[in-house]
């Protein structure tokens, strides 16, 4: 079983940064990708970003490249996003997952969820 606990959501003005953090517990955070989705109201969920269990394969929303990085620190459990120059549209609740084996794009092929945290960008 995997727990993942997501934090560092608020409010921020627009062109300001945001980092997300997904803490996990378990033994075995090292074996899992990791993603990180947004939903906002009235939207589907959608893939923002995922990282492979080494670190060494990211995969972006093209929408998004440029100004999202995800990162991860296997020996914390923990997974980042860092958000830069946010707009308003980045308005969501924000939540990561993870599943074995490789990235997916898809929320349907994630095992495990966090409960979100939210992420308003508003001047």
């Known amino acids: 079983q995997v727990q993942l606990v997501e934090s560092g959501g608020g409010l921020v003005q627009p062109g300001g940064s945001l980092r997300l953090s997904c803490a996990s517990s378990g033994r075995t955070f090292s074996s899992y990708a990791m993603a990180w989705f947004r939903q906002a109201p009235g939207k589907e969920r959608e893939f923002v970003a995922g990282?492979?269990?080494?670190?060494?394969?990211?995969s972006y929303a093209d929408s998004l490249k440029g100004r999202f990085t995800i990162s991860r620190d296997n020996a914390k459990n923990t997974v980042y996003l860092q958000m830069d120059s946010l707009k308003p549209e980045d308005t969501a609740e924000y939540y990561c997952a993870a599943r074995l084996q490789g990235v997916r794009r898809t929320q349907y092929d994630y095992d495990y969820w966090g409960q979100g945290t939210h992420v308003t960008v508003s001047s």
């Open positions: 990282i492979s269990w080494t670190g060494s394969i990211t």
